[in-house]
């Protein structure tokens, strides 16, 4: 149980382009909702944090014109990285807690990859 | 603020040897505690968690970690370490009634020698 999936797993894009990665949580509703950014060989560091149909609330020095998240449903989150640069070149991670269960437990997905050319 | 330190970068155990990573947390009251494990271009999977009762925690795949208030440590453990072990592991604080926001330590990347 708890299983926590992203889409993709990896993608490349060119500069400029907008990216959008997908986190859903498949069999369990989740209250909350996280999302990492995660360098080489570094600690996670946390972006923002989302409820369903609520505003995300974005970490100090989190750009939240440029990380757009939206929360639409109880089982899925999204992540629109907005003209995309090198910089933004990085893993990402979601999370998410169970509703139904612990609240202060995350489980988190697989990672997305993204590479900006 | 909370805040977790790792202090051993890198650890190199010899597999069926003992091992013991390190992690003290910084943090007002009686925090939430975990240990993830991150295998290479992968997400994080919980160990284990501390929330109250029994200071020792057992986890999965033979791990245990205990809490000690006295010096503020979650140590993880495992008697003997197979290859497949070799990852990184992540301590973790939460503040409680924090919103569940977590506070990662920098990691311990643990190699497995055959």
């Known amino acids: 149980g708890a299983v926590v999936s992203q889409h993709p797993s990896w993608v490349i894009c060119k500069s400029g382009t907008s990216v959008k990665i997908e986190c859903r949580s498949l069999?369990?509703?989740?209250?909350?909702m996280f999302w990492y950014r995660q360098f080489p060989k570094q600690s996670l560091m946390l972006m923002a944090t989302?409820?369903?149909?609520?505003?995300?609330?974005?970490e100090q020095g989190v750009e939240k014109d440029k990380f757009l998240i939206n929360h639409a449903s109880l089982t899925l989150s999204t992540l629109t990285v907005t003209s995309a640069h090198p910089e933004d070149s990085s893993f990402y991670i979601c999370?998410?807690?169970?509703?139904?269960?612990?609240?202060?437990?995350?489980?988190f997905g697989p990672g997305t990859r993204l590479t900006v050319l | 603020a909370q805040s977790v330190t790792q202090p051993d970068i890198h650890i190199t155990v010899s597999e069926g040897a003992s091992l013991e990573l390190r992690c003290n947390y910084s943090?007002?009251?009686?925090?939430?505690l975990f240990w993830y494990v991150q295998s290479p271009g992968q997400g994080l999977q919980l160990l284990l968690k501390?929330?109250?009762?029994?200071?020792l925690v057992q986890g999965i795949k033979g791990f245990e970690a205990e809490f000690k208030r006295s010096q503020s440590s979650f140590n993880l453990r495992k008697p003997s370490v197979h290859w497949s072990d070799a990852a990184e592991y992540f301590c973790?604080?939460?503040?409680?009634?924090?919103?569940?926001?977590?506070?990662f330590g920098t990691g311990t990347q643990l190699k497995v020698e055959l």
């Open positions: 501390y929330f109250s009762g029994d200071t």
């Open positions: 999370s998410a807690t169970d509703r139904g269960g612990n609240t202060d437990t995350q489980y």
């Open positions: 973790a604080v939460g503040a409680r009634g924090g919103g569940n926001k977590l506070t």
């Open positions: 943090y007002g009251a009686t925090p939430y």
């Open positions: 069999d369990f509703q989740a209250t909350t």
């Open positions: 989302s409820n369903e149909g609520s505003k995300a609330t974005y």
